[in-house]
């Protein structure tokens, strides 16, 4: 009897094992894949552009002191002029005024080529202008770097490292001359981050020193439509407007109309002034 029930149930099971009459198994349908229907345009891929950038050459170290004593500098203008041997003028202004402290781009590659500074070396001379910083001239060099951070082929990541080391030099440069030249080199910049805004703003509401704190004019006037679009724009018309200063007025009325000058091309130099 046991052997016959033994016998029975693997009949059972091989007739289900081989689809056989009998019990059925419980099976789950087929997961049905979706249909992916194929685009009728391919794609266009995704281009990430990098900025282009010159080619990088050391500046020669030897030449650092005295291309920094080449410099002139105007206190609303930055470099006014460059001098070549005997003291010959080999770049200027012509005049200092802050109406020309912005320049034309093809006015900044003037400047180095008086000094024979080729675009391949601008990158290395920044650096070690910041890195020598404490052995020059503060004004020259500081105004320099302004320069450079100006220049058509400077990167903007290049800018961006030049213009963080100057919001430094306002915070703890004890300088006057160094810290004029550096808020002037600030507002001269095509654009500015949080950081110099706030650092800037900071330099007008504690210092006292109306010759410092001219520049802060110029860069509230060349920066107008970017502070004025800002999400905190009203807070920032708030804080100029509560300083104290003769040059309050000026910047509040430069903020309101938010036109920024256009660039200045300045005359040829004449030989020998």
């Given at each position: 009897m046991k052997k016959t029930f033994i016998t029975?149930?693997?009949?059972?099971?091989?007739?289900?094992?081989?689809?056989?009459?009998?019990?059925?198994?419980?099976?789950?349908?087929?997961?049905?894949?979706?249909?992916?229907?194929?685009?009728?345009?391919?794609?266009?891929?995704?281009?990430?552009?990098?900025e282009p950038g010159p080619a990088r050459e050391p500046f020669p170290a030897t030449r650092l002191l005295n291309t920094v004593r080449r410099l002139q500098i105007g206190p609303q203008s930055g470099v006014?002029?460059?001098?070549?041997?005997?003291?010959?003028?080999?770049?200027?202004?012509?005049?200092?005024?802050?109406?020309?402290?912005?320049?034309?781009?093809?006015?900044?590659?003037?400047?180095?080529?008086?000094?024979?500074?080729?675009e391949t070396q601008l990158v290395s001379?920044?650096?070690?202008?910041?890195?020598?910083?404490?052995?020059?001239?503060?004004?020259?060099?500081?105004?320099?770097?302004?320069?450079?951070?100006?220049?058509?082929?400077?990167?903007?990541?290049d800018r961006q490292v030049i213009e963080a080391w100057l919001d430094q030099l306002l915070i703890n440069e004890k300088d006057v001359l160094a810290r004029r030249q550096a808020l002037l080199a600030l507002a001269l910049l095509p654009q500015v981050s949080d950081?110099?805004?706030?650092?800037?703003?900071?330099?007008?509401?504690?210092?006292?020193?109306?010759?410092?704190?001219?520049?802060?004019?110029q860069f509230v006037e060349y920066h107008a439509t970017e502070l004025a679009s800002r999400p905190d724009a009203e807070a920032l018309r708030l804080r100029l407007a509560a300083v104290q200063s003769i040059y309050t007025p000026m910047i509040l009325q430069d903020l309101a109309q938010q036109e920024p000058p256009q660039p200045t091309v300045v005359a040829e130099p004449r030989q020998g002034l």
């Amino acid at each position: 009897m046991k052997k016959t029930f033994i016998t029975l149930a693997l009949a059972m099971l091989a007739n289900q094992a081989w689809g056989l009459p009998g019990t059925p198994l419980t099976t789950t349908p087929p997961i049905e894949k979706p249909v992916i229907q194929p685009l009728s345009v391919d794609p266009e891929p995704t281009v990430v552009e990098l900025e282009p950038g010159p080619a990088r050459e050391p500046f020669p170290a030897t030449r650092l002191l005295n291309t920094v004593r080449r410099l002139q500098i105007g206190p609303q203008s930055g470099v006014t002029k460059i001098l070549g041997n005997k003291r010959v003028v080999l770049w200027t202004r012509g005049f200092d005024d802050q109406k020309v402290a912005r320049l034309a781009p093809e006015e900044h590659t003037k400047i180095f080529t008086a000094l024979n500074i080729p675009e391949t070396q601008l990158v290395s001379l920044s650096q070690q202008l910041m890195q020598e910083y404490p052995k020059l001239p503060h004004e020259q060099t500081t105004a320099l770097l302004g320069t450079i951070a100006i220049h058509p082929a400077t990167t903007v990541q290049d800018r961006q490292v030049i213009e963080a080391w100057l919001d430094q030099l306002l915070i703890n440069e004890k300088d006057v001359l160094a810290r004029r030249q550096a808020l002037l080199a600030l507002a001269l910049l095509p654009q500015v981050s949080d950081t110099t805004i706030a650092t800037v703003v900071n330099v007008y509401e504690h210092s006292h020193n109306l010759w410092e704190t001219f520049p802060v004019g110029q860069f509230v006037e060349y920066h107008a439509t970017e502070l004025a679009s800002r999400p905190d724009a009203e807070a920032l018309r708030l804080r100029l407007a509560a300083v104290q200063s003769i040059y309050t007025p000026m910047i509040l009325q430069d903020l309101a109309q938010q036109e920024p000058p256009q660039p200045t091309v300045v005359a040829e130099p004449r030989q020998g002034l």
